[in-house]
């Protein structure tokens, strides 16, 4: 066709002849050697070599013709073998649709030279429908309520139309399956510089390393509290269950303790549950005592399968252990476990044994608690994986990474007066900017005029809101010259056709020049097929 297009298909089927004429001949063999540089521009590299004997297009058309052209029969036996057994498989639905145009486009061809010309708008129709009922007869099971809901409809829409719904419903069904993954605990990693399109080829399981599946489905998780695999702790069903109380939840402020265990018994209540509702009720109402260290420092590990310490006087919600597991040290020793407590929210589920001389944080039950634990030289860091609060931080000693927890002593509440600052008016009318604040203080309108003004302020929360990234990195680099550097995109679906039908249109921009080449669409598989006609335009120039 584009040799066609450009008016030299006589050199190929031997109507162009070679003229007797000097100037004439000259002519005719420049046409003559575009058409043979074009024939070898679209072939294998490794068939070159074969057609360096032949010194005109059309006996290295005739040799090709001869070597790759098949019987009809054979090769529409061949398609439609392809065509039924290609299958959507683990592919996206883009690489699906453009697989099956491919196919379908050669099967039309065979098919349809030997169909009348006034039979060809019917055959057509019914060909139309056939392609697209195959192109959803194919699809994985998972689309089976979007593939329901196109065929229900009346009329059945179109090819087209069904990729697109597809596409948005592939996009649905990723969302869904990565926040199901999130609300199970569970994160799947995804490689670098992954393709646009997602499939589960590129998800990576948290648990195992492997690829393929998510944590939520994987076979070998193994939990540390039974030691048995199937289930994490989280899922554990021989795990005690504890059934929280909510109690004086603060809405506003500092975060602080919202519920409290309860016994088995819900109708007592212990000294340790009177306790902690008090100290959520003064909490929530910016009543605190004073913070005071632990005695030892919490130790990171990674061999550690479960919090643990000696002793529970830093704990709080201590309960006494009845199961028969034990801990293993590493000597090849068991010790037993006597109680079980919390150091805070975050650290729970910390198992207590007396023959422990250090306190340990496992790093495998922050993982499980939806939590993430970062290493460096600097110290470690453990965050919260969906809101990214840090949660807990500390140094690096020698080789290790202590924590050190507070705990807080309320054995005599105090309630002091807010203080009259800068600081305060600002957090409290709103995070007003330094110089609306300083004119109220003038002004009188607040607090006193013996304020300080300040024009900077240590505020983490205004810092982190007027925080922004640019989409793209900024980049002062140009081509040297045109062409070394083609910046190219698709734009589509049009809500409204053209005149010709067409849907997309793809742009090809000189890093340069910055001259623009565009090209309309009527699919979005024809965006190869353009780009090799550019391509050409590129190395032979206009003709």
């Known amino acids: 066709m584009f040799v066609k297009g450009k008016g030299m298909w006589g050199h190929i089927d031997g109507s162009s002849t070679v003229p007797t004429d000097n ?38 058309w005739d040799y090709l013709k001869q070597l790759y052209n098949q019987d009809n029969a054979a090769k529409r036996f061949q398609l439609e073998l392809d065509i039924a057994n290609y299958k959507q498989g683990d592919m996206s639905i883009q690489d699906y649709y453009s697989g ?17 010309t006034e039979s060809l708008p019917a055959i057509q129709a019914v060909y139309e429908v056939s392609k697209r009922d195959q192109f959803l007869m194919k699809l994985r099971p998972e689309y089976e309520a979007a593939r329901a809901a196109l065929l229900n ?100 402020g500092s975060a602080c303790p919202s519920s409290v265990p309860t016994p088995s018994d819900n109708s007592v209540l212990t000294t340790d549950m ?28 990674s061999g550690a399968s479960n919090h643990m310490t000696g002793s529970p006087k830093h704990l709080h919600n201590v309960h006494s252990y009845n199961g028969t597991e034990k801990i293993q040290i590493a000597d090849g020793n068991t010790l ?39 290493f460096s ?33 309320f054995s005599s509440f105090v309630c002091n007066n807010v203080p009259n600052t800068f600081v ?12 609306v604040l300083s004119h109220l203080i003038k002004s009188g ?33 140009r081509a040297d010259k045109c062409f070394d550097i083609i910046h190219s995109d698709v734009w589509g679906v049009s809500p409204v056709l053209s005149h010709a039908q067409y849907k997309y249109f793809v742009t090809f921009i000189d890093d340069y020049s910055r001259y623009t080449w565009v090209y309309f669409l009527r699919s979005k598989a024809e965006v190869f097929t353009m780009f090799k006609t550019f391509l050409a335009y590129v190395h032979l120039g206009p003709l």
């Open 100 to 116: 099956f145009l491919n196919l379908w486009a050669e099967h039309s061809a065979i098919l349809h030279s030997k169909v009348p």
């Open 153 to 252: 409809r009346h009329p059945v829409p179109s090819l087209e139309v069904c990729v697109g719904e597809l596409l948005r419903e592939e996009q649905r069904l990723l969302t869904q399956g990565s926040m199901s993954d999130i609300s199970d605990n569970t994160i799947a990693y995804s490689a670098q510089g992954q393709s646009k399109s997602r499939d589960m080829r590129q998800i990576q399981c948290f648990s195992c390393k492997q690829f393929g599946h998510i944590a939520r489905n994987c076979t070998k998780k193994f939990c540390n509290y039974c030691k048995q695999r199937g289930h994490i702790i989280t899922e554990c069903p021989t795990r005690p269950a504890k059934r929280p109380l909510k109690a004086f939840t603060a809405t506003a």
């Open 424 to 435: 305060t008016w600002h957090k409290k009318l709103g995070h007003p900017n330094s110089i």
């Open 377 to 409: 030289r600097a110290g470690c860091l453990v965050q919260d994986q969906v809101s990214k609060t840090v949660i807990a931080k500390g140094p690096k000693v020698g080789r290790l990474f202590p924590l050190q927890f507070t705990s807080p002593s």
């Open 445 to 477: 309108l607040i607090g006193n005029k013996n304020i300080i003004s300040s024009s900077s302020l240590p505020c983490s929360v205004c810092k982190l809101a007027k925080s922004k990234t640019l989409p793209f990195p900024s980049s002062a680099h």
């Open 274 to 301: 009177v306790q902690q509702v008090v100290l959520s009720a003064l909490s929530a109402l910016g009543i605190t005592g004073k913070s005071t260290a632990t005695s030892s420092p919490w130790f990171v590990d």
């Open 23 to 60: 100037a004439a001949l000259t002519a005719w063999e420049t046409k003559d050697a575009q058409v043979i540089s074009w024939i070898l521009g679209s072939i294998e590299p490794q068939l070159v070599n074969n057609l360096r004997s032949f010194s005109t297009a059309k006996a290295m």
């Open 336 to 374: 037993s476990i006597a109680a079980v407590g919390d150091i805070n929210s975050f650290f729970r589920n910390v198992l207590v044994s007396p023959g422990l001389s250090s306190n340990l944080i496992s790093v495998g039950q922050l993982v499980d608690t939806n939590c993430d634990v970062h």
